[in-house]
Every structure is written in C-alpha cells, then in structure tokens.
C-alpha cells in the first residue's frame, strides 16, 4: 500500500509478504562402469514472512529527499529427511537436522540531492537478509570426492552502503554508482582436513564410517573419497565495486546502451580467525 500525504512526510508505504518454498534433491552417484557408488538424498522446506514501511520525505528550504525503511524477514527452516548411502541406497546414515528460525530487522536510509533540475547525487546505507537453499540440499560427487550439503546452514547478512549519481537529458540518462558491502555468516566451501580431529569426526559422521584418511578407499557410504568438503556459514567477506548505466534514444526506432559492472570480493574471516585483505 502506498500513500501520497501533505506535511512532514510526503509518502508512506507498508507491504507485506509470505511465500512457502519446498524441495528435495536424489544424486545418485555412478563409478566408471556404470554402477551405483553411493546416493545423497534430502528434502526440505523454508518459510518467509515480511513485513515493511518506509516513510519518505523533501523539504522545500533543502533540495534533499530522505527516504526511510525497515523491514522485519522472518525465517523458518525445516529437513525432516537427510541422508547418505551406499550403493543403490544400502546403509543409509541418516542426519537428524534441528528446525531452525531467524528473526531480523533489517533497516535502509537513503537520501537524494538534486544538484540541478536533471543532476542528482544519492547515497543509501542498508542491510539485507539472504536465506538460500540449495546448498542446505544439494549433496554430489566424483572420482576424486564428495561434496555435502550443509542442512544446518543459516541465512547471510549483507551490511552496505553506496554513493551514485544520476544524470538525465531529453534522449536518455546515465548512471554511476560506487558501493562496499560486508557479508557476514558468508555460505562457502570448507575442505574437511585429515589433520582436524573435530574435520574427522564430521567425515565418519557423514560417511557412516569408522575411519577417514583422505586416501583411495572405502569410507562408509563415501566410496572412494580421497578428499571431502562441506558448506559451512564460518566466513566474512568484504565486496566493493563499481556499476555504469548509460542509455540514450537515437531515433523512435533506435537506442544505444551501454552496462559495466566491477566486483572486488575478499575474504576477511575463515573459520573464525581473521585475514588481512
């Protein structure tokens, strides 16, 4: 809903949303010749729910357009069924995965100058929810080893803000902007280590297995496995860049554009400990 009003705010918008996502995900995982080495099957669902206002306003003494917003995300998460196996399904090692939940505020303040009657300046600082779900679901391997899916993994949260321009003619307009972001709860990779007593307990856990090497052999239902790795939430990432947007109409039947985009994504923190960037 969205309201036009007179006074200190000139606009106010609430929304609201609910949306219910499901899915579940069978690799079955095949050896040279043909045959079933092992099978990875989970089946899960994740729940939204939002609720959002933002209030906007622009003073006649100042040319500056403030605009405020905050949105609550809540979050449900739920795998009833995760398991790894054996050829054709045998020996199943089943996970039992807790029902998770997260409840975030997350809140956005921009503000916009106009410079001259076509040229504005803007700048926001904002911070955003980002559940996902295939990395909660999706397990595959190979000849040289296994990936697991992460059911316990939570949502990530991006902390930014950014500085742009915005300038318009008759025929078009073009658009600069510079932004830094910081993600924290960052979903990556993590390669289990043969040297980490707490990497090898996760293996037998995952494997159903007594032992783990990190050589060619057979370890439970991960056959084979010289190497193992599995999505953890245990980073922090630093991302800055830049994007340029230019746009002009040639004629009634012709336009030109032109889009760039520059991301630099660094790794602040893995596993806990800090790095230098």
């Known amino acids: 809903m969205r309201q036009e009003v007179t006074g200190l705010i000139d606009q106010y918008v609430l929304g609201v949303d609910a ?29 939204f729910y939002g609720l959002m206002g933002q209030v906007k306003s622009k003073t006649e003494l100042f040319p500056v357009e403030i605009a405020l917003a905050a949105r609550i995300d809540q979050w449900n998460s739920q795998t009833p069924t995760n398991y790894n196996a054996g050829p054709n399904g045998t020996n199943p090692v089943y996970q039992n995965v807790p029902n998770q939940s997260k409840t975030q505020i997350n809140p956005t303040l921009g503000l916009l100058y106009n410079m001259i009657k076509d040229w504005d300046l803007r700048s926001a600082a904002y911070q955003a929810f980002a559940p ?26 991006m902390t930014g803000y950014e500085v742009g321009t915005d300038y318009r003619w008759k025929g078009g307009f073009a658009q600069l902007a510079a932004f830094n972001n910081y993600i924290q709860n960052a979903v990556a990779t993590y390669n289990l280590s043969t040297r980490s007593a707490t990497d090898q307990a996760l293996a037998k856990q995952l494997c159903g297995a007594t032992t783990w090497t990190g050589q060619t052999s057979q370890y439970g239902a991960c056959a ?54």
């Open 132 to 157: 996902g779900m295939n990395n909660t679901l999706r397990s595959y391997g190979s000849s040289n080893g296994y990936s697991f899916a992460n059911p316990s993994l939570t949502p990530e949260t």
């Open 19 to 47: 949306r219910n996502i499901a899915g579940s995900n069978l690799t079955n995982n095949l050896n040279d010749n043909g045959t079933s080495s092992t099978i990875n099957y989970a089946q899960g669902q994740q729940t």
């Open 224 to 277: 084979s496995a010289q190497s193992l790795s599995y999505y953890t939430n245990n980073q922090t990432l630093f991302s800055q860049g830049i994007e340029f947007q230019f746009h002009h109409d040639i004629n009634s039947r012709w336009a030109t554009d032109l889009n760039y985009a520059f991301t630099s994504t660094k790794l602040t923190i893995c596993g806990g400990f800090a790095r230098e960037l």
